[in-house]
């Protein structure tokens, strides 16, 4: 598939990832796909192959080998594509590294001619319907907003009457695609500590059934505490500390819902997730036997993540969130020579990378003096 085929298809958002399912034998599992990302090759089988799927781009690997679930370490926007090559089976020998499919991407490189684009993608939550689950516990719909926009331009480099007159030596490519996103995270039902039980009165606490939860003294043969509520001298500070750590419930679930008697505590989100995604490069025709280029991928990407520290988003102290900076950068020089009309040497020199990183957004709010 080619770059000018890639945008007369009709997709969910700005991710490449989103054509394969268009292949006979290909399913795709995710529902996402809004933007690039370095999650992309989740949820992808091949002809019921579920082995990791191999993704280059340029005719380098272009993914975290040691991850098993092999995030990309940048991925180029739509608009910097030349063409896609997905092989599903039988492939040669050096795409034989995965079990799954192999998944090729070329970049585009400058003509003699200038090309450019530029686009803009708009989503948000006032065109969705909410979900049956939020309607069912009156929980409004989490913001879902995302703003994409980008350019891309590619010609030749040429100064008129002294240098690359003919427009044939020197070539460049560039694009640009920055996504402003708010990434939804589902709702999350919990049980807190209610005021009472922080205060040692369990006389309310009951389980699933409804029954009394029976709080027993280890100090009196596990005999049951008068009332079920624990004298104020034996309830223990730090116990206590931890309990009200915790937020107080916000919420009554009545009969007839999953968490009647079970949960007290809901909450759901979204946080931003900026990225910026970078594509340079630059051909070279020296002579008719030597021409190559060098190309540079690169993404940033800045990702507040909620309940992954802890299952709520706020405390008594402040937000619960955290921070997950996953830039990657991508480098490949590649030089071909014709010695002879049947003897060519190309070589090739590939480097990705990323960094892969967490930080409390509020580090006060889990500080050891809590």
């Known amino acids: 598939i080619d770059g000018s085929q890639l945008n007369t298809e009709a997709i969910k958002g700005r991710d490449m990832m989103s054509y394969m399912r268009l292949l006979p034998g290909v399913v795709d599992t995710s529902t996402g796909r809004d933007a690039t990302g370095g999650s992309i090759l989740g949820g992808l089988t091949f002809n019921g192959s579920t082995g990791i799927t191999s993704f ?25 594509i030349g063409e896609v090559k997905v092989l599903t089976s039988n492939y040669q020998a050096e795409f034989g590294r995965n079990a799954g499919g192999a998944i090729s991407v070329v970049t585009k490189s400058g003509t003699q001619q200038f090309h450019g684009s530029g686009w ?26 995302y703003n994409i926009a980008g350019w891309s331009l590619g010609g030749p480099i040429f100064v008129p009457h002294h240098f690359n007159i003919a427009k044939t030596k020197l070539f460049f490519f560039a694009s640009q695609e920055y996504t402003n996103q708010l990434s939804t995270f589902s709702n999350q039902y919990k049980s807190m500590p209610t ?38 001298n034996r309830i223990n500070g730090w116990g206590q500390a931890m309990l009200n750590f915790f937020p107080l419930p916000n919420a009554f679930f009545p009969q007839g819902t999953p968490q009647y008697l079970q949960d007290n505590f809901q909450a759901a989100g979204s946080a931003p997730h900026p990225r910026r995604n970078d594509i340079a490069r630059l051909d070279v025709n020296a002579t008719s036997k030597l021409n190559g280029y060098f190309r540079w991928g690169h993404d940033a990407d800045d990702w507040t993540e909620l309940f992954q520290s802890s299952q709520f988003l706020t405390s008594s102290k402040g937000s619960l969130a955290q921070d997950h900076p996953n830039p990657g950068h991508g480098y490949v020089a590649s030089v071909n020579y014709v010695f002879s009309p049947t003897l060519i040497n190309q070589f090739t020199y590939g480097l990705t990378r990323n960094n892969w990183a967490w930080f409390e957004t509020n580090p006060a709010a889990v500080d050891r003096s809590l």
């Open 56 to 80: 280059t781009v340029d005719g380098v690997i272009d993914m975290d080998t040691g991850c098993s679930s092999c995030f990309a370490h940048f991925e180029p926007n739509i608009d910097s």
């Open 195 to 232: 005021q009472l039980e922080r205060n040692g009165d369990f006389s309310k606490s009951v389980n699933g059934s409804g029954a009394l939860i029976v709080v027993s003294d280890p100090l009196n043969g596990n005999a049951p505490f008068p009332g079920n509520v624990i004298p104020q």
């Open 120 to 145: 803009w993608t708009h989503r948000h939550e006032e065109f969705n319907a909410n979900d049956f689950f939020n309607n069912q516990t009156g929980l409004p719909t989490s913001r879902y907003r």
